[in-house]
């Protein structure tokens, strides 16, 4: 497996490491062009969350390191693996991005210049609601507005996977128990609990026709709780 501390780093701040992290449920059909263009700007780690297809093997040939978690566990604790692998490898930084496609790489660098003026930032990528398809464009769009008014504040778009999250924010989410897709939102809330800096980047809206990984009722009882959870603590200085 390749050795990921001897590729090229970049990070938008001086002598900073930064790593693209994506967390895969069977994507093999998709994983490799999404590391080839992800490596033309950072080092890759693929976390393998439970796959029973080839993904960890296509996403090292195409140059990223791989992290396999058996059974499947769910996109937080894929992610927070991952964030674990970072930060004992000493980054400082991890930009999150799907494995499906989805998000496109080009934007990378976007992100990384977010951080340069953010300082040590949550930085996320604001999709366009309009070029979704119609059910997800309404889910988004009231989930949005939600959770909007649990943290009193405007947040564009509280469920894209595309970020960018510094180390304080990687280590404060390490105690997390959220193990699906709940856990970008808490993240959010962890962020604002401890008074740091959130920024927003634009992205492409990439929908292909591919499934999606959420089922829908599981996914709607999760964010529900988690609102309420936001409204009611997101005041709370962190522990």
């Not at 059974?71 to 799907?98: H, S």
């Not at 924010?169 to 959010?188: C, D, K």
């Not at 026709?209 to 936001?230: C, D, K, M, T």
Request: charged share 25%; hydrophobic share 45%; proline share 5%.
């Amino acid at each position: 497996m390749r050795n990921i501390d001897t590729l090229v780093v970049g990070g938008g701040q001086p002598g900073s490491r930064v790593l693209a992290l994506v967390a895969a449920f069977n994507e093999a059909a998709r994983i490799g062009e999404v590391v080839r263009e992800a490596r033309a700007h950072l080092p890759v780690l693929v976390v393998d969350d439970g796959s029973s297809d080839a993904t960890a093997a296509e996403a090292e040939a195409a140059g990223a390191s791989v992290l396999i978690q058996r059974p499947n566990q769910g996109k937080g604790a894929a992610l927070r693996a991952g964030f674990r692998w970072a930060l004992e490898r000493g980054f400082d930084a991890v930009v999150t991005l799907d494995g499906d496609g989805q998000h496109d790489p080009a934007t990378i660098p976007a992100f990384l210049a977010a951080r340069a003026v953010a300082g040590d930032a949550l930085v996320i990528g604001c999709r366009d609601f309009r070029r979704m398809p119609r059910a997800r464009r309404a889910t988004n769009s009231l989930g949005g507005r939600a959770f909007s008014w649990a943290v009193g504040r405007d947040i564009p778009d509280n469920q894209s996977g595309y970020r960018l999250i510094d180390r304080r924010l990687m280590v404060a989410l390490l105690a997390s128990r959220e193990t699906g897709f709940a856990f970008e939102v808490q993240m959010i809330t962890t962020c604002i609990r401890g008074g740091w800096p959130m920024a927003w980047v634009p992205i492409r809206t990439i929908y292909a026709g591919e499934p999606s990984h959420i089922r829908p009722f599981a996914h709607l009882a999760s964010f529900v709780r988690v609102v309420r959870e936001a409204r009611r603590t997101v005041r709370l200085p962190l522990p």
